[in-house]
Structure formats: C-alpha cells, structure tokens
C-alpha cells in the first residue's frame, strides 16, 4: 500500500467521508500548498492537547474555564442541559440562547448499562443555586433524550427550578411529503393551540 | 477564534466538506484515539514528499516508476490516455484494463490558454513505437476533452495506430428521469445498432 492508499484509507474513517471522498481528497492534498497540508497536520495532532472540557458546563474549550460561563454578560439564570461537549457549540451557534450550558456528556441508557450517576446530573443540581430560575433541557428527542429529560424534569422539580424542554416537531424547511412517521406523530401530540 | 474553530475552518476547504461536515469531523477527532490523529496528520504532511508522478506515464506513485509501468506482466500493447495523475487510478481501479496509462497533464483549452504544447503529447507520441498496437483515450465527455480526444486521434492516425474512445452515454444504475440533457442526447448520437 502506497502513501496515497494509505491516507485514503485513513481519512475513509472520518464520519461522512466513504472511499470516494476519501480519495477526492487526498488526489486534493496532493496539489494543495505545503503550507496547508503542514497546517492542517498539526491541526489534527495538536487539537487534544489544546482543547479541553471547560470545568464547570463541560462545554469543549481552550484552557479551563471555556468563554460562555467566563462572559459576565451571559444570563445566569438560564442554564441549557445537553448530551455532548459538541452540542453547546451546535446551539450557540444559533445565537438563541444567552445563557450558560451544562454538559451531561451522555444520557441515560439501561440497554447500554449507562444510569444517571454515569452522567453529570450532580454537578448539575449543585450549580441550580438561587440564581438559576431556569433550566432548559435540550437533550435529543430520542427514547434515551426523553428519558433523560423527564429524569432531570423529576429532579428539577423538586427544587422549584421553571423547567422547559425544547420543542420538537416539524423542522423548518421541511416537507410533510418525506418527513419520518414517528416526527409527524411528534408533531401531533405536541401540537400548539392558537 | 480558538483550536477547533480553526481546524474546522481548515477542514472546510477540502473538496465536499461544508462547514457542518467540517464541525462534524473535528468532534469525532476530539474522541478519537490519539494514535488515529497523530497518524492521519503525519500521513497529510508527509504526502507530498512521498507521493510524485511515474517518470514515464505521469500516475501517481511512490518512487520514479509506478508499479503498472514496472510491471512487466502489463499488456504493453496498449496505452490508456487519462487528463491527470489521479485519473489513472481510477481507471485501474476497476480492474478492466491492463495495458499502460500516459498523463496528459490537462486538456486543450483555449480559453484558459492551455493549447497542446503545454500537455504530455509529444512524450505520448514518443511511447507509440512498434510495440504499441491501440491507444484508448480516456478523456472526459467535456467540450474539451472532446477536443483533446479529436486531436490526438490525428496525430495518432498518421502513425498507423487503432485509436479508440471510452463510450459515453448513459450510467449504470441511473434513471433517465434524473439524467441531464446533454448525457441523453449523447447517448442517442452514440447509439449502437444490433
């Protein structure tokens, strides 16, 4: 195997990317300037050591404290709980929500033998002081999502905390023509009265 | 704009990855075994060191002389013309020639100012001693890879050499409802009778 197969083979591996792609690729790297093949490699190889997870929302982020929960003009009182380090990006990325984040880094999961004290649901309740009035739970509308976020709902409850959960539904753009059965059943049972 | 931001811009600029498949990729790398990462991006530096074109038909390979030149069990009769390096390999890929393969380096075309002394022609015309019975040209089905291909096709007539044209028309697996005009009309033009 040459230098050129075994790169495709390597990059083959990366999500969203099949042997074509791979190869699209790497015939691309082979006419690309050094200074981006040499930039893009020590991208790759150094990006774990500088990204962490930030200590208190677990969000990923350089250096310890990432700079949502370090902007003091973030709302404090709004906290938004998602699965992965990944998804506070996904969702500050909207630009919707101006408060901080809290990673549960999974959700509950019997079949795979993951329970809540394998996830960050204690931090979380410490952080639910007196300034939070809100917790957002922004797990995924999926059996585990759903699970997790009626566990928190339980929890958050009992500590007088306004719970919400993201709608889901519809998404925007879409056609009812090839949209899933289970979302349009979603949709149904959630849908809002004027 | 910090480490994972700027190796999702960096990502972004490969053929086919947009900004979310980009985002996507740099999450999997963050979990990912470190031996994966530091792999992948020494397989990206060291790349074009490694990898240049055969000094004899213009591929791809490792070395001076590709593994298809140097093989002497390849069917030495036949020379497949490609437009690039890459091209060869796709070809071979499909394991349905085993002749030799010459690079063009590019297509006639005047517009971007590329005639044919700025391609791999002469070297071709050179290879096509005695022992060379038929050139297969392997252009693409474009306006100048059509013009390449009439081109050559008159310089090799005056050799004496079969020279023939992969068929273009329709793709397997396709539906002529979602295939373009111009690839149906070709395939009416280049019908074959039975």
């Known amino acids: ?21 791979a190869r699209r690729i790497a015939f691309y790297l082979l ?9 893009l490699a020590s991208q790759i190889s150094s990006l774990k050591e500088k990204i962490r997870e930030c200590r208190i929302c677990g969000t990923y982020c350089e250096g310890e404290i990432c700079p949502i929960c370090d902007n003091p003009r973030r709302d404090r009182s709004q906290i938004c709980v998602v699965e992965h380090s990944s998804d506070s990006i996904s969702i500050e990325n909207t630009g919707e929500f101006h408060g901080l984040y809290h990673v549960l880094h999974g959700t509950i999961s019997p079949l795979d033998g993951i329970g809540p004290q394998d996830l960050s649901i204690n931090s979380l309740l410490n952080r639910c002081d007196g300034t939070v009035k809100e917790v957002i739970i ?6 585990e999502g759903d699970t997790t976020a009626l566990y928190l709902i339980s929890l958050l409850k009992e500590k007088n905390i306004k719970v919400s959960r993201l709608a889901s539904g519809l998404p925007v753009g879409g056609d009812l023509e090839y949209i899933d059965k289970m979302t349009i ?10």
């Open 31 to 39: 006419k690309t300037d050094n200074r981006y093949n040499e930039l």
């Open 138 to 143: 922004a797990t995924n509308a999926t059996v």
């Open 1 to 21: 195997m040459d230098a050129l197969e075994a790169l495709t083979l390597s990059l083959s591996k990366l999500p969203g990317i099949g042997r074509k792609s």
């Open 185 to 194: 059943s979603r949709s149904f049972r959630g849908r809002i009265e004027f």
